[in-house]
């Protein structure tokens, strides 16, 4: 659970945890094809090994038979023997046959059996069951064909297998057969084991073709009944490999035919040898590799976890600075600075973040700075729309609006009371100069400027300028009621509007400046509501006004003269709305 | 070799004919019978002893003088290979080669052995039995030689056709016994002789030939 939590929660967890999944998903797909091509390769170098192992089998059979045959022509045609022979001295004859086996090195438990030429049994160096002549008759008949009188082969004498070499006993002519042989059993196939390095059995099976019997096998013998069991099909495979379970593992199998003759084609007991490769074995250094990849691959998917983990931590680590950063931006808190101590993409970010703070900081001061001259509406909008404020020629409406008595306010208030006041006064006017989108260009004295249509540009400028001065004039009359007891005094508000062409933008030096209009039109405007002192109007406005905010009613005043003017100026003053 | 091996036998057969010229045939009446022996391929067999063995016995008067007979060892081999001789003849074993030889026999009909020597032993081997005696030398194996030691003054070898001529035999019953050192089963057969001429047609099986192998002394061959 925490580690789910980790993996959906943080960043690094999960790149991480990815890195090391394709680490360990690639590995164990190496893992799995190596696995398949060292079994592959396994069942190649049984293959090969058990047909070297085969042939070496054979080569040892061969060399043991030569060996015999070394030792048994000079022994048959030893004077001494020969003279033992003739002589009919049966217990001599077997001593002398021992005498000579005894001189075979290389062979262990040799045997050897005098018989005459009827394949009766003269002398033997080993106990035999009755009949066991029979067993060795087609070796004979073979060996009288061999222009040598000479044959070899293997036989199953009182159910023991065993490679027969049969020469004459020539005195000097043939006068017996001489039979020597040793046993196809344990002590031979551990000896063979040895050579061959594989595990060798042999086993026969009777004429009946049924079942078989083993005689001798490398493989322990508590496991031979399983051996016989898992060989029993051998015949279909004899001349290939084939696979058999048993012991727990899985041997190929190599099945050679020991008889001289094909085993279909004869009447005698089959005896085979199986040759076996264990599986396992062979595997066994392929194991110890596999288990070493997979070592270095857990420890490759470990590094692998710790070092992108380290790797994602130095991405993310930044990110989670630079989310905390943006989180306190996001809060309003725009001296906020990142780190910027990357030359990376994060770098980037980070320069990025603190250039929006830096931005954000930048407007935040200007919004607060027009926030004091403007409503927040416009501040916003002004903010939002990129105005231009260098200079610009355009109509706007100017809005001048005087506190009439202010002289004998003065006198009567202390200055403290008539700043408060003035402060009271001009709140109420702001607040209806924001309502209508204008903005306050400046205080002078108890006169207010405003200007409508800029700095954000509005067509209906002269209509807002005129609803704006209605509203103050009522807004006045209620700040009066409202007010009667705090400032109890009467007072009244004389407003002068013109629209006209003018030029607006930032003005004043590079270290103090503020947005503001300049030109006639602003003189006109001052004038105008200078001329409610004389005339029975609160708002007096100029011909330009009222042709563009037509919706009032307007009473002529005639054309006056204005101080700046050269003509004289039609002007209006508002009866009615 | 061949030629010496011939005048041998001629001289031997001389005296055996003027024996029996001087001892049977004026008293008895005589017949003939002349033998022809093939082999399993029906080609003439020669080399093969014939004996005949009157049944009852031979009487002493009837038997030949035992003879003195030499086999030779010429080139390591004997010569010749197969010696026919009544019991009692004396054979000598001359060593013709530069080598020595170790002449022995192990056979029922006479076991005597000459360890290694050259040139003509002191005494020569007296055969007293009959019988079969296989001949060989204990240092090389391949040499072999048959004294046949008979019984009985009716005896001979075919020739190259394959036959013998006995004549001048006395009538009555006899064995007849074929020998060759190849022969796969004794051969033994009851014949009446008259003084009428028998004809026989005789074949016998051989085993295959058989000689231990001899190591050639002037080629490059193994043996």
Redesign the interface.
Known sequence: MMFLKLYKQQLRWRIAILFSALILALSGITLLLSNQANLANARTNITANLSITADVFQQLIKSRVQSLKDIARPATSDHAFRQVYSQGDIPTLVSAMRNLTARIKNVDNTVMMLVDFDNRLIASTTELNTGAERSWQDLLDQAELNAQLEADGVVLIDNQPYELVVTPLLIPDPEAWVLMGFPLDQGFTASASRITQSNISIFSQPVDRQAISLHASTFATNGSVQLEDSLKSFAEHIGGIFEVAFNEDTYLTSILSLNNEAISESNQAGVFAAIQGSLTEELAPYQRLNLILAGVFLVGGIITLLATGLISNSITKPLVGLSQGVFEIGAGDYKVRVKEDRQDEIGDLAKSINEMAGNLEEKDQIRRLLGRSVSTEVAEELLNNDIQVSGEEREVTVLFADLRNFTALSEALSATELLAFLNDYFDCLSSVIDEFNGVVDKYIGDEVMAIFGAPVRRENHAELAVLAAIKMQQAIAEFKAKNHTKWPFDFETGIGINTDLVVVGNMGSKFRNNYTVIGDGVNVASRLESKTKNLPFWIIASQNTVNAAPGFEWQSLGSTEIRGKHDPVEIFGLTAD | MHKNFSKQCMSLNAQLLLLIGILVSPSCFAGELIVSVSDNKEQPLKDVVITLERVGGTNAAELNMPVSVSIEQIDKEFVPAVTVVPVGSLVSFPNRDDILH?V?S??KAK?FDLPLYKGVPNEPVQFDTAGIA?????IH????AHVVVVNTPYYQQTNDLGLVEFKDIPTGDYELVLWH?RQKKPYQESLSISEKAIKKDLNIRLK?S?R??RKSSNSNDRY
Do not use: E, Q, V
Not at chain 2, 134 to 138: A, E, I, M, V, Y
Not at chain 2, 141 to 144: E, V
């Open positions: 170790h022995y192990f056979s076991t296989t001949l060989g030398c204990n194996d391949w040499m072999s050192p295959p058989f231990s192998k």
